[in-house]
């Protein structure tokens, strides 16, 4: 959100169990429909093909939100 305060597009990408506190956040910070990606969680265990699996996986959310980005 301190990205697009200052003109960057940027979308957040959170696992599933923390989409309240992502959304609490964007509410906290101003920005209540601020846009983030969600992935299945955990992810911390993953190995680096199981990464990569992952950000295949918000891929599209991400591109979708930085597209719809107001200017």
Partial sequence: ???????????AICTEPFESGARAMT???????????LIQHPIGSL???QIQERAVEAAPQVISSLLARRV
């Fill in 27 to 37: 509410m906290l910070g101003g920005i209540p429909d601020y846009p983030f990606a």
């Fill in 1 to 11: 959100m301190q990205l697009e305060g200052l003109g960057v597009p940027a979308i």
């Fill in 47 to 49: 190995t680096p093909e």
